[in-house]
């Protein structure tokens, strides 16, 4: 039964490009509440609006990365400040030699303003298709070395050894699929440092609640991580940033 509703939503030409695992991990859990196939297609859709199909808005095939990244609702926002918002990080970080940026959604598009050696090493990681395609023409026209990969986040963690990962407003949207998403993969990234990001901004402005909200969030995160030895704040107008540094896994 999970198959064929699967099947039945990754049939559907909006959909067809999230990555399978995720479909799957939806489809079982919304069948038993559902009534009939019917209504669970319908609830799967409806997660995977919120998961992948709310920050697609409207992809260009190709053009020029600003406005690749206005069409894709969390990198518009952080536009204004895109210079200072990576150079606030590497402050704390030091310049990375290698990144894995996990969903990536259009952020690799903003790497001529990241400021990094030609040499340093780019893993992008998202369950959507859709940006991942630009993303990864745009990695291979800017000559870094790079891996660009569909995967459900929810589900696993990447194993790749790297100095920095970001999870930039990527912790508010797993919450939503599964709550222990974020804190496993806190606990089991290869990487030195971790940013976490929040948006702050709410349709009407700033969404002070929805600040002290994330704060907490993020304090949670920590502790439940339980391998975390300093925080950094890293916040730009928009966007609450949080630099972490992570202890070493074992073995
Ligand atoms: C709010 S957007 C953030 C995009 C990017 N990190 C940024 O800040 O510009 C969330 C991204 O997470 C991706 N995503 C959602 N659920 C995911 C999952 N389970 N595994 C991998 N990526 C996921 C979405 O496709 C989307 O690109």
Request: with cysteine; charged share 30%.
């Amino acid at each position: 039964m999970t198959a064929e509703i699967v099947e039945r939503v990754r049939r559907s030409n909006r959909y067809r490009d999230v990555d399978p695992a995720l479909v799957e991990r939806l489809a079982a859990e919304e069948l038993p509440r559902s009534r009939s196939a019917e209504d669970a297609v319908k609830r799967v859709k409806r997660r995977l609006h919120q998961a992948v199909g709310a920050f697609r808005a409207s992809l260009p095939a190709d053009g020029d990365p600003v406005a690749a990244m206005r069409g894709h609702a969390s990198t518009r926002e952080r536009l204004p400040s895109i210079e200072s918002f990576y150079a606030g990080i590497w402050a704390i970080t030091g310049p990375p030699r290698s990144i894995m940026d996990l969903g990536c959604g259009l952020n690799p598009l903003a790497l001529r303003w990241m400021g990094l050696a030609p040499a340093v090493r780019y893993v992008a990681i998202d369950a959507d298709e859709r940006p991942l395609a630009i993303v990864r023409a745009h990695l291979a026209a800017s000559g870094h070395q790079h891996d660009v990969r569909r995967g459900d986040l929810a589900r696993e963690v990447p194993g790749d050894e790297v100095d920095v990962a970001l999870l930039l407003k990527l912790v508010t949207t797993l919450d939503r699929q599964d709550p222990d998403a974020a804190t496993r993969l806190l606990r089991g990234l290869r990487a030195r440092h971790a940013v976490v990001s929040f948006t702050t901004r709410s349709l009407g402005g700033r969404d002070r609640g929805m600040e002290r909200t994330n704060r907490e969030r993020m304090d949670r995160l920590v502790t439940d991580a339980g391998r975390v030895s300093a925080v950094a704040e890293a916040s730009v107008t928009g966007e609450l940033v949080f630099v972490l540094t992570l202890d070493p896994l074992d073995g």
